[in-house]
Nanobody, 128 residues
Framework: QVQLVESGGGSVQAGGSLKLSCAVS????????VGWFRQAPGKEREGVAAIKAADGSTYYADSVKGRFTISQDNAKDTVYLQLNSLKPEDTAMYYC?????????????????????WGQGTQVTVSS
């Protein structure tokens, strides 16, 4: 079982930055993958970034490449998402997700349906 708790959301102006945190707690081994998703009102959940725990490989959606950075701190059991150069269209609820089936074979950004565990989300609002 994996529990995820997101934090760090808030309201910023366009061009600003935020750093989201996903605290990961497990009763067994750590998750093989951790990803960040976002969902704006009336829109589908969108994969933003993901990190493969075994080797630290990272993957990003085209819409955030060069602006967002995902990282992991194994000592703190935390995965971060640094959001830079924020745009109003980045406004959404951001969710952390963990553990996918056959994670060692996964290439590219995993889809939402692949993840087993989800956090409650943290709101990011970017004003123009």
């Amino acid at each position: 079982q994996v529990q995820l708790v997101e934090s760090g959301g808030g309201s910023v102006q366009a061009g600003g930055s935020l750093k989201l945190s996903c605290a990961v707690s497990t009763t067994t081994y750590g998750p093989n993958w951790v990803g960040w998703f976002r969902q704006a009102p009336g829109k589908e959940r969108e994969g933003v970034a993901a990190i493969k725990a075994a080797d630290g490989s990272t993957y990003y959606a085209d819409s955030v490449k060069g602006r967002f950075t995902i990282s992991q701190d194994n000592a703190k059991d935390t995965v971060y998402l640094q959001l830079n150069s924020l745009k109003p269209e980045d406004t959404a609820m951001y969710y952390c997700a963990a553990e996918i089936v056959a994670g060692a074979l996964q290439t590219g950004l995993p889809k939402a349906y692949q993840y087993h565990f989800w956090g409650q989300g943290t709101q990011v609002t970017v004003s123009s």
